[in-house]
C-alpha cells in the first residue's frame, strides 16, 4: 500500500502554500523535508486557470503525513468530493481597446487634358480640398470622405484599389465590384459581372445624380475609395483651403477591437477564428475572436513579437471602451476527467503522488498519476478513484 513520505517525529504535519494559479508538478519538493524537520512543498506560479466556468481559490501541496492506514483523529479530517469535470488552464494577455491600424488615404489629382499633374492645374478647379469628414466620425458606403473642389470622393466598399477610369467595354474584378456597389445602393438592377456595358453605365449615371455630379457614365480613380467596410476617420493631414495632393486623411475600421502582441512562443493560442474572452477595465468581461495574426515584428524589448487582432461581436457591450484590456486565451483543456484540490496531493514515500481516501472512519492512502493543474485543481487518474469519493484536505 502506498506510503506517505516520513516526517520527523514531534513536527506535525508539513508546512502548506498556495496560490490561486496553475502548479508546475516539477517544482515540487519530493524530500517532504525542510529546515528544521518540517517540510515545505514548493510550487511555481503558472497561468491563470478555472474549472469549468467557476474560480476556485488557494491551492498548494501537503505531504508528510504518518502511518498507513492513518490513525483517527479527535477532530474528524476535513474532506472534499472527487469530482468530474472540465479543466481548463488560461493564458491572459494584455491588450489594447481601439479601432485598429490607421490607414493612410491618399489623393492623386487628375491631369488636365494633354498635362501631368500639377500645382493648381486639373480637374476645372484649383483642385483644393474644400471638405473634410470629421474626425472621430464614421463613413459608410456611398457618402463622401471628402470633397476637392466641392466634388464628392466617395467611399465604396471593395479590395481592389480604383486604379483606372472605367467606361463602357471595360472588364475585369474592379467592374465586378463596382457594380456590387451601385446593386448595394440601388442605382439599378443591374448584373453583377466582370462587364461594364450599357447596363452599367446607365447605373453610374444615376449614382452620379445623386451625389449632384455631371452624369458622364464613367468613374475616374480619383473619385472613389475602396474599403472593406464602413471607416472611421482617424486624423487629417490636410487642411480645408489645402492643395488635394498626397495624404489627405487617415481612416481605420469603424468597428472596436483590440490589438495585442505575442510572443513566438506564445503563437499557437492565436489561431484565427479562436474564441477569447475580453476583460474591460471596468471589470466586465465580453466573449471576442481573433480575427488575423499579423507577422513577427521586433518588439521593444527586442525579441519578436506577432500582432494579434481581437473582435468584439457586439458592439453596444463595448461602446466607449478604450485604453488597456486583458484577453484571456485557453492554453490547455481537459474535458471530463477526474480532479481533487491541489492541497489533497499527497507527497509519497516511493516516490510520485497520492490522495488519502476516507471512507467508514478511517483513511487510506491511494497512489495517483496527475495530469494537467490549473486553478487550484488538479487531473488525477487512479483505478481506485471515481466522482463522489471522499478525500482528505488540511484545514
Known sequence: MPQPAPARPDRGTQAVTGFDRGIDPAGLDRTGLGRGGRGLARVRVGRRA????????????????????????????????????????????EGEFGFGEAVPLRYVRPAAD??????????????????LAPVGSTVVRGKPLLRVDDQPVVLLYGALPAYRTLITGCRGGDVRQLEANL???????????????AATGAAVKRWQRSLGLADTGTVEPQRVVYAPGPVRIAAHALRVGDPADGEVLSHTGATRSVTLR?????????????????????????????????????????EPAIEVY????????????????????????????????????????????????????????????????????????AGELAAGVQVVVPR
Not at 114 to 130: I, K, Q, S
Not at 183 to 197: E, I, N, P
Open 50 to 93: 478555472v474549472l469549468g466556468t467557476v474560480a476556485v481559490g488557494a491551492v498548494g501541496m501537503v505531504a508528510g503525513c504518518d502511518g498507513d492506514p492513518a490513525p483517527a483523529a479527535s477532530t474528524p479530517p476535513q474532506t472534499v468530493t472527487v469530482t468530474r469535470g472540465d479543466l481548463v488552464d488560461f493564458t491572459d494577455v
Open 114 to 131: 494633354g498635362e501631368a499633374p500639377a500645382d493648381g492645374a486639373g480637374g476645372g478647379g484649383l483642385g483644393l480640398v474644400t471638405w
Open 183 to 197: 446593386r448595394a445602393l440601388r442605382m439599378g438592377d443591374l448584373t453583377v459581372d466582370t462587364a461594364f456595358t
Open 262 to 302: 505575442l510572443t513566438e512562443q506564445r503563437r499557437q493560442l492565436a489561431v484565427p477564428g479562436t474564441a477569447v474572452t475580453v476583460r474591460l477595465a471596468a471589470g466586465a468581461e465580453v466573449p471576442g475572436t481573433v480575427d488575423r495574426v499579423g507577422l513577427p515584428a521586433e518588439s521593444d524589448g527586442g
Open 310 to 381: 481581437v473582435l468584439v461581436a457586439d458592439q453596444s457591450a463595448v461602446d466607449g471602451a478604450a485604453g488597456r484590456v486583458t484577453v484571456r486565451f485557453t492554453a490547455q483543456r481537459r474535458d471530463g476527467v477526474l480532479t481533487v484540490p491541489v492541497t489533497a496531493l499527497v507527497a509519497l514515500a516511493e516516490g510520485g503522488y497520492g490522495v488519502q481516501v476516507a471512507e467508514g472512519g478511517t483513511t487510506r492512502y491511494v497512489a495517483v498519476r496527475t495530469g494537467l493543474f490549473a486553478g487550484g485543481r488538479v487531473e488525477v487518474t
